[in-house]
């Protein structure tokens, strides 16, 4: 059984950093995409920043030049880099990929981690 465990997350003040972790675990093949999204109080889950197998990624607008995700294939591990938060990052920001096993490409999620920015 594959499964995605987040960590990192917590309370931090305007203008702080935090470094998000999401380790893959479990019986599989290969890893593709691997993603961070957030989920706010009364908002739609948005797709904040991408990172393919081969390290091309994407962000949303909103997070460009503030945040960075990294992966370390090697321990199946994706990292979401934070910095100079604001009060609108706050949400809890839930782990996704795609991941080969048994022959079938799934997508899986982890069950997120609070971050919460004060201003």
């Known amino acids: 059984q594959v499964q995605l465990v987040e960590s990192g997350g917590g309370l931090v003040q305007a203008g702080g950093s935090l470094r998000l972790s999401c380790a893959a675990s479990?019986?599989?093949?290969?890893?593709?995409?691997m993603s961070w999204y957030r989920q706010a109080p009364g908002k739609q889950r948005e797709l904040v920043a991408q990172?393919?197998?081969?390290?091309?990624?994407t962000y949303v607008d909103s997070v460009k030049g503030r945040f960075t995700i990294s992966r370390d294939n090697a321990k199946n591990t994706v990292y979401l880099q934070m910095n100079s938060l604001k009060p609108e990052d706050t949400a809890v920001y839930i782990c996704?990929?795609?991941?080969?096993?048994?022959?079938?490409?799934?997508?899986?999620w982890g069950l997120g981690t609070q971050v919460t920015v004060s201003s």
């Open positions: 479990g019986n599989f093949f290969s890893i593709n995409d």
């Open positions: 990172i393919s197998s081969r390290g091309s990624t």
């Open positions: 996704n990929a795609q991941i080969w096993s048994g022959g079938v490409l799934r997508i899986h």
